[in-house]
RNA sequence: GCGGAAGUAGUUCAGCAGGUAGAGCACCAGAUUGUGGCUCUGGGUGUCGCGGGUUCGAGUCCCGUCUUUCGCCCCA
């Protein structure tokens, strides 16, 4: 009989490299809230008709990657997919623009997705994003891109690209659409099979495809830019604008278009050449429509995600060494079974008096083992128990340093100095 | 969901004309009975992913399955 496996496209994250998402988790922390932003957390499952309406019904995420199912009372429920929909479900719940006109969110948690795993992705993966709700202007666009910027920046991570383009307003991007219909068809005797049956589903994501019949035709395709109506062109202008003013780099991309419904304006991609085939860790843009889409009032909003699974990638390509010294101050040596009654009250006057992490060996080791075993965790103290030490009511203190000094001290005289 | 590759010790990997497994690192124990890091000595810690088939005999060949991985799709 074979063990037990974890689901397929899950992991352990074992304590040999916690500290990683660790030190990850606080930089997110730290430069959000350097941004003003606060943490907001939702519950993993929602109605499912949050991602459907919020999503969008004709997304590869909400047709064939959703864990959804029955709860005993029947009610059709969603592991999330992503996080913006339901927490503009909870926005809207809590009324959390009704306080102060913008609302500046950031989250970290676990996303579902049923898809074939690869490297970088996972079934189960964690996710970081922020989104600044509430402002119609570029400066918020500007904003949640010069944030996810600064973290990326502050991760170590020098090398990636900012790919930034804008699918207009609603009026613009039907133009576009019309128009964008009318060549596909006239080409789709060249066109991949798939993308000959995505013209009526999702046209847009053709400009996207890998494909090296598709590149051809997209190539000559009409340029969304060119498209965009007054309004949409100067949103775009700005934001652009105020980037090179942050001197954030980017280029922009006509054909980058994402896979979800709810944006519109300014869309971006950061990515990187370390991942291979998933090469974005990090993705967003501005969302004006969802609010309206899950029975609120219009409400403009713009927001960005990154994949900490992927940015753990770069950092272990990058061979950002992020501190993983061990947390166990004292190792407290009994050298006879005796001395555990002793040892013990020891371990609970330094932990509880003085504030040492301290460890007792527990597998009635030699007093040789323990003290490799202590040398081997960097512990700054060995605390030694053998006869003498028991009789008179004392320990050895031996600082685990070069010179390894030792000192031999009544259990009533120990001090905070001597740690 | 589609196509390709792989799965041997904690880990990185070797093994193959089919004869029940090996190396480095890690780990454990010891170096004349109370002291870590360096060194030396000793120890293999494994249901060779799982199930079935062929065979006197399978890690090695065949089939299935699970998982990982590369590409597609999609996205973080």
């Not at 029947?74 to 929909?85: C, K």
């Not at 690869?118 to 119609?136: D, N, T, V």
Request: charged share 25%.
């Amino acid at each position: 009989m074979a063990n037990i496996q974890a689901i397929r496209g899950t992991k352990d994250i074992t304590p040999n490299e916690i500290h990683k998402w660790h030190s990850i988790e606080q930089i997110l922390k730290k430069i959000s809230e350097n941004y003003g932003y606060r943490e907001i957390r939702t519950p993993v499952f929602e109605k499912t008709e949050v991602f459907s309406r919020g999503v969008g019904a004709g997304t590869d995420i909400v047709n064939k990657e959703m864990y959804t199912f029955a709860d005993r009372s029947g009610e059709s429920l969603t592991l999330r997919p992503e996080q913006t929909a339901a927490l503009v479900r909870a926005i809207i719940q809590n009324n959390l623009v009704a306080e102060n006109p913008t609302a500046r969110l950031y989250y970290i948690g676990a996303y579902y997705r049923y898809e074939r795993p690869q490297k970088g992705r996972l079934r189960e993966f964690h996710q970081y994003g922020a989104e600044c709700i509430s402002s119609p202007y570029p400066e918020s666009d500007a904003e949640t891109i010069s944030l996810a910027d600064s973290i990326i920046r502050e991760l170590g991570i020098d090398e990636y690209s900012l790919k930034l383009n804008s699918l207009g307003n609603e009026s613009s991007r039907k133009t576009y659409l019309e128009v964008l219909i009318e060549y596909l068809h006239k080409n789709i005797n060249n066109l991949s099979e798939e993308s000959q049956s995505r013209i009526g589903i999702n046209p847009l994501r053709i400009l996207d495809s890998k494909h090296t019949l598709d590149i051809e035709i997209v190539k000559n395709a009409p340029n969304i830019l060119e498209y965009l109506d007054a309004e949409s062109q100067q949103h775009f202008e700005r934001v652009c604008k105020y980037l090179e003013a942050a001197n954030i780099k980017y280029t922009i991309t006509p054909t980058l278009v994402r896979g979800l419904d709810y944006y519109s304006h300014t869309v971006f991609e950061f990515q990187s050449n370390y991942l291979g085939s998933q090469d974005a860790f990090g993705g967003g843009g501005r969302y004006n429509k969802l609010f309206s889409e899950l029975g609120a009032k219009d409400t403009p909003a713009v927001g960005f995600a990154m994949g900490i699974e992927r940015i753990l990638l770069i950092l272990d390509v990058l061979q950002k060494q992020i501190d993983s010294s061990g947390n166990v101050q004292a190792v407290i040596i009994p050298t006879s079974n005796n001395y555990y009654e002793y040892a013990l009250r020891i371990a609970a006057k330094l932990r509880n008096d003085f504030s040492i992490s301290t460890i007792i060996d527990l597998q009635r080791r030699s007093l040789k083992s323990q003290m490799r075993e202590a040398g081997k965790i960097s512990a700054k103290y060995a605390i030694i128990i053998g006869d003498s030490e028991f009789e008179s009511r004392s320990i050895t203190i031996k600082y685990l340093n070069e010179d390894g000094r030792q000192i031999i001290i009544n259990e009533d005289d120990l001090k905070q100095e001597l740690f």
